[in-house]
């Protein structure tokens, strides 16, 4: 996988991952292997799983 330009996250390191969801391109700190995700994806994803007390069924 080639992956170039900026973190889009923190726009200060070189990107190196692409998010499986958003498409965002994001560096090695912001990527989390485990889910193949960006930082702010991988966030929502846990927080969705988690999240099933309330059954909030917000769009976002
Ligand atoms: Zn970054
Ligand atoms: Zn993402």
């Known amino acids: 996988m080639s992956v170039t330009g900026l973190c889009q996250i923190c726009e200060s390191a070189e990107a190196q ?9 994001v560096c090695q700190a ?3 292997p485990a889910l193949g995700l960006c ?3 991988a966030a929502e994803e846990r927080r969705s799983r988690n999240g099933d007390e ?7």
């Open 54 to 60: 309330s059954g909030f069924p917000g769009p976002r």
């Open 17 to 25: 991952f692409a998010c499986d969801r958003c498409g965002a391109v």
């Open 39 to 41: 930082e702010e994806c």
């Open 30 to 32: 912001h990527y989390d």
